[in-house]
């Protein structure tokens, strides 16, 4: 498998350099994840498979007031045979824990699916950041793109996803236990 070079420059430029936040709370942060579009038996008969690849998805987030977050994603399914890009729009809810180590959260939100045809669905979820650092963080999330029956080109599935999340400017983290 070759890989495109301007794309490891991103990925080596996006999580090497230190930058300086773009505003007093550190309001952005962005994330290169893997994920996938997985589809019953029989909605995978209806679209060509039951597992999309969805490699790399990439997303950027802005922390809005109260523990809410607006979240921006793409994807495209690169090497495989199913076509799949979703342009994805989630509102996350984080219950207020956005200066712990690990936040949870909950989403809703709406994708633009491209397969046969462009497709809107409603989504809904769940996830979890775990922050390893201020700057560095892996995010685990799963929605459930839900697709009404009226549109033949795409059913609803589950789309898991995880990978690495960098905030711009450091993060300030609530102590470990084994700090205090």
Known sequence: MRINFNFV???????????????????W??????AGAKYSLDAGRVVGGQLANQSPRLNISRYIFKGLV??????TAVGDKQKYTTFDGTLRYDFGTSIDNVVPYVLLGGSFISATKLTPTLNFGGGATFWFTQQYGMNLQVMYKFSESKFESQKSHVYPSIGFVYSFGFRSLNPRLWEL
């Open 9 to 27: 420059l991103l990925f080596f430029l996006t999580f090497s350099i230190g930058t300086i936040a773009q505003n007093k709370q550190n309001k």
């Open 29 to 34: 942060t962005a994330g290169v994840s893997i």
């Open 70 to 75: 607006l979240d921006a994603g793409f994807a």
